[in-house]
């Protein structure tokens, strides 16, 4: 494999406006992602902006950058994109997706969910188990299904799977393989991905395999300033 890291990155949050370039004990989000994709030591890092002041935080953090189009869909849009404008010719056969917004992800989990990518995967992904009720009943915490081997049956926000056990959080973390993620951005959004409102509903409605891995920690996206405020707090223990 030849991999590399993309960190879609934009302003338009809804819930945090202009959150790759909130202040995390002194440097912008974007830079604690791009030096846990580094520490990662799984590959380049490439930065897929939506707005020049993100592309220019992301060179002052020493990463390259791509400037993508704000209207772009997703975040997975927004690496396919990136990757096409620099490597037309398809030299990086793997993408890792790492969202910019999880500054409390380990670098050693972003090496795992490399390492989940099995030579019949599509993709790749994490999850967390839980036994808190309080994770079991929020839909903002989505639960993966998965087979015993870890290929991923479902993902839902519902309360699942039934019976006596913990849930499996998603990690929002993608590992694709190039022509999967080609094959993915090309396909209209479907049925299942519309009702649930989770994209890697649609991969598996497609027939596209994902396995995941499992972590202990549960590194949440920062979506809120309450959010920011957790960020800030586990890594200035850090």
């Known amino acids: 494999m030849n991999p590399i890291i993309v960190i879609p990155a934009r302003m338009a949050s809804t819930r945090l406006p202009g959150k790759p370039l909130a202040d995390l004990g002194g440097k912008p989000m974007i830079a604690w992602m791009i030096e846990l994709a580094r520490a990662a030591h799984i590959g380049p890092v490439l930065v897929a902006a939506a707005e020049s002041e993100v592309a220019d935080a992301a060179v002052k953090a020493g990463a390259q950058a791509v400037m993508t189009d704000p209207a772009l869909p997703s975040g997975s849009d927004r690496v396919h994109a990136a990757l096409s404008a620099i490597d037309a010719e398809s030299r990086f056969d793997v993408a890792v997706n790492l969202q910019g917004d999880m500054p409390t992800m380990r670098d050693e989990d972003v090496a795992r969910a490399l390492g989940a990518l099995k030579p019949d995967a599509d993709i790749a992904t994490l999850v967390s188990p839980s036994s808190d009720d309080a994770d079991r009943n929020n839909p903002n915490v989505v639960k993966a299904i998965r087979a015993a081997d870890g290929r991923c049956l479902a993902f839902t ?48 409605e497609m027939g596209m395999t994902i396995y995941a891995d499992a972590i202990a920690d549960f590194p949440k996206g920062v979506d809120s300033p309450a959010d920011l405020e957790t960020a800030r707090a586990i890594l200035a223990k850090r």
């Open 157 to 204: 926000r519902a309360p699942a799977p039934w019976g006596d056990g913990p849930v499996e959080r998603h990690v929002g973390i993608y590992v694709y393989r190039r022509d999967a993620l080609t094959r993915f951005v090309a396909a209209p959004p479907s049925p299942l991905e519309l009702r649930e409102k989770l994209e890697q509903m649609r991969a598996l």
